[in-house]
T-cell receptor, first 115, second 109 residues
Framework: EAGVAQSPRYKIIEKRQSVAFWCNPISGHATLYWYQQILGQGPKLLIQFQNNGVVDDSQLPKDRFSAERLKGVDSTLKIQPAKLEDSAVYLC?????????????FGPGTRLTVT | GENVEQHPSTLSVQEGDSAVIKCTYSDSASNYFPWYKQELGKRPQLIID?????GEKKDQRIAVTLNKTAKHFSLHITETQPEDSAVYFC????????FGPGTSLSVIP
């Protein structure tokens, strides 16, 4: 089966600019996650979708970050405006079953550099 | 909310020796504990997981133990090989998955 797809793989922007990331999960996977992984740290959950509904977005900085999964399949994560501290790898993951207590399959990530 | 601590942050072992990584969690409701391996520049990949109704699970050279009373779980890798060198993350999950900060394992040939 095809894995989780993400694009772009790399993005360099200046602070205060906007950026959007795209994720296409494994076909049939109900749950989709966006993580932020800062260099040298573990992934930090930003938002979790179950189908097209938000399960948890408690750690999403809502003043600048937004995410949607309109048709319950692919998803976009947007940052507007970006700050220097947003430099990180943004990982998308999906799991087949509903809920977070199942194996997650990660995409290759988008490495964001904010200058 | 849930907090996951992981020790050590770095670990070097000789090839063939065993490696042990320990994690503690704070939310007693957590019921799923996966371990992920992340090689440099690559995505995290699940290597083993355990649920709260099980005390130990083994898969070839990898084993995980869970002590629910003490709220800690450990990863054991036996007969380490150079290809085991990577960053290992533990995680605890109930409603959301919380990852530990990671352990950088180096296996010296």
């Amino acid at each position: 089966e095809a894995g989780v797809a993400q694009s772009p793989r790399y993005k360099i922007i200046e602070k205060r600019q906007s950026v959007a990331f795209w994720c296409n999960p494994i076909s049939g996977h109900a749950t989709l996650y966006w993580y932020q992984q800062i260099l040298g740290q573990g992934p930090k959950l930003l938002i979790q979708f179950q189908n097209n509904g938000v399960v948890d977005d408690s750690q999403l900085p809502k003043d600048r970050f937004s995410a949607e999964r309109l048709k319950g399949v692919d998803s976009t994560l947007k940052i507007q405006p970006a700050k220097l501290e947003d430099s990180a790898v943004y990982l998308c993951a999906s799991s087949f079953r509903q809920g977070s207590s199942y194996e997650q399959y990660f995409g290759p990530g988008t490495r964001l550099t904010v200058t | 909310g849930e907090n996951v601590e992981q020790h050590p942050s770095t670990l070097s072992v000789q090839e063939g020796d065993s490696a042990v990584i320990k994690c503690t969690y704070s939310d007693s409701a957590s019921n799923y504990f996966p371990w992920y391996k992340q090689e440099l520049g690559k995505r995290p990949q699940l290597i083993i997981d355990i649920r709260s109704n099980v005390g130990e699970k083994k898969d070839q050279r990898i084993a995980v133990t869970l002590n629910k009373t003490a709220k800690h779980f450990s990863l054991h890798i036996t007969e380490t090989q150079p290809e085991d060198s990577a960053v290992y993350f533990c995680a605890a999950s109930y409603v959301q998955v919380i990852f530990g900060p990671g352990t950088s394992l180096s296996v010296i040939p």
